[in-house]
């Protein structure tokens, strides 16, 4: 409970619902005040963390400021213990339109290049714990891009995802080129980056690049639900699964497997292995205690 402090979390917090009331309040944490992302905890124990992208007229538009608050959410979920899982949302009409544009529009190469724009942006990929995008409406350029940094994507049905640099005269510059293709594979993920085409919630779910599609309304429940199970068990195992399929976007099959391996035997030495197979044995509920 130490991080939640102010009206506005008090609103966001014991609640699974509410996800689109429009919150114009401040919402703060122990030693933060953000101006534009609600930050809760959800879930029966209070174990997801909750950020809700809260710029609403701009279509959450993914300005400076905005993404480093939601950089220093991520690093209050991560140092508390009580937290095992992470949701990001934004609002029914748009998870987030992109990068703000107004913002880029008179930027130089310069800037961009010296400044090393949209590097922190890697914050949400470099997440120790496992965070679930809730994606509802518009989730465009660096929307889109923000979701993929995410490690589960849950959509609502009316969503649509895009990646639509290529109408500004530029490209995706977070991640779009390369998770897409992951995610996606070549084919549709150059039609969309050279079209800026966007996809459904239903294409996206096709082709791989979100898990389940919800109805928009449910989408941030469920999201949080799916959080609640992962924090259910050990955040330490859970980090090293999470670790492992992130290999498998970074190395080849030898080497990934080799990871997993080796985090696979690392199982062995903590007491939630233990736990785990020793409550399966004795028809118990195991109780991990993160050791
Ligand atoms: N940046 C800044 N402001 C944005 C924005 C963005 N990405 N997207 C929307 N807005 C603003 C609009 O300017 C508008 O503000 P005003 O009321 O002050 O004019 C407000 O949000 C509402 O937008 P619209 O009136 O355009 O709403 P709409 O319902 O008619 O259209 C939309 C919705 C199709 C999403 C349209 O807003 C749109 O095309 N937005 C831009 C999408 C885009 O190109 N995203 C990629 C950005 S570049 C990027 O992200 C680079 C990267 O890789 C990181």
Redesign the pocket.
């Known amino acids: 409970m130490a991080l939640m402090r102010g009206v506005a979390v008090a609103w966001l917090l014991g609640s699974r619902g509410l996800p689109f009331a429009a919150a114009t309040a401040r919402a703060s944490t122990a030693g933060a005040q953000y101006q534009h992302i609600l930050v809760g905890k959800k879930g029966e124990k209070e174990n997801v963390g909750f950020i809700q992208l809260n710029r609403t ?3 959450n ?3 400076d400021s905005l993404m480093k608050e939601v950089s220093q959410a991520l690093d209050e979920f991560e140092n508390d213990p009580a937290i095992g899982a992470i949701v990001i949302t934004g609002s029914e ?2 998870f ?9 529009e008179n930027k130089t190469f310069q800037e961009c290049y010296g400044g090393n724009f ?1 590097s922190q ?1 890697n914050r949400v990929a470099t997440t120790k714990k496992p965070v679930i995008a809730a994606v509802n409406g ?1 989730a ?4 889109c ?1 923000l979701a993929m940094m995410c490690d589960i994507i849950y959509a609502g049905d009316k969503a649509q995802f ?4 290529i ?2 005269g ?5 991640g ?1 080129t390369q998770r897409l293709t992951k995610a996606v594979g070549k084919s549709l993920a150059m039609e969309m980056v050279l079209t ?1 085409d966007r996809i459904s919630a239903q294409e996206a779910k096709a082709s791989g690049l979100v898990s389940k599609i919800y109805p928009a309304a449910q989408v941030v429940d469920e999201a949080i639900r799916c959080g609640e199970k992962i924090a259910f068990n050990s955040k330490l195992i859970t980090a090293m699964a999470k670790e492992a399929i992130n290999g498998a976007f970074e190395l080849t099959l030898a080497e990934g497997n080799r990871l997993e391996k080796h985090l696979f035997h690392s199982t062995f030495s903590t007491s939630d292995r233990k736990e785990g197979m020793s409550a399966f044995v004795e028809k118990r509920k195991a109780n991990f205690t993160d050791q």
């Open positions: 007229k701009a279509l538009a993914l300005c009409k748009a987030a339109a992109g990068a703000d544009i107004k913002e880029m949209l942006w518009y465009l350029g660096g929307g891009e895009g990646q639509p640099e109408l500004l530029t490209i995706p510059g977070a779009g800026g």
